[in-house]
């Protein structure tokens, strides 16, 4: 498996006043890398979701949870994971873990009154979900032809 050019990992308490915190990051990074302004939105609302789900159904209201969202930046794609069991990621090794979702998996997106993983899938190019001492979300979004050359950086000199 190649190696990411850039790791980014963020802890943040099991709280929805952090979504937009996660939001923000994730916007910036999606940003840097050249992403449109249409892509950086669906996965803003990707990993809102999953980070979303994470903070309403992770843990108990007295529990104090935290979640860990992970991006891994690389020439062609972003890949996003966002844990809810609150632990560090060894990127390839949860990678390597992580299988495809099947639809005869219960997790916890699927409950009323979510999109959830429906949504996910439908703006991200990927995902797949890891149900182990929590749930594991790891989703990419691939950078399309004629964004692959644009250097936000460059632009501004």
Request: glycine letters at 8%; proline letters at 2%; aromatic letters at 8%.
């Amino acid at each position: 498996m190649e190696v990411a050019f850039d790791y980014v990992e963020m802890k943040v308490p099991a709280k929805p006043e952090y979504v937009g915190v996660v939001r923000l990051t994730i916007s910036g990074i999606a940003s840097r890398m050249g992403f449109s302004y249409e892509v950086i939105e669906d996965i803003k609302i990707a990993t809102s979701e999953a980070v979303t789900n994470a903070v309403q159904h992770a843990y108990k209201s007295n529990e104090g949870g935290e979640i860990v969202v992970g991006f891994a930046l690389y020439d062609n794609r972003l890949e996003v994971m966002v844990s809810d069991s609150g632990k560090s990621f060894d990127m390839k090794k949860t990678r390597e873990e992580t299988g495809p979702y099947t639809e005869k998996q219960n997790v916890e997106f699927m409950r009323e009154g979510g999109l959830g993983l429906y949504l996910i899938e439908s703006l991200m190019d990927e995902v797949n979900v890891q149900l182990n001492q929590g749930v594991i979300v790891y989703m990419t979004k691939y950078l399309e032809g004629e964004q692959v050359g644009l250097d936000a950086e460059k632009i501004s000199t």
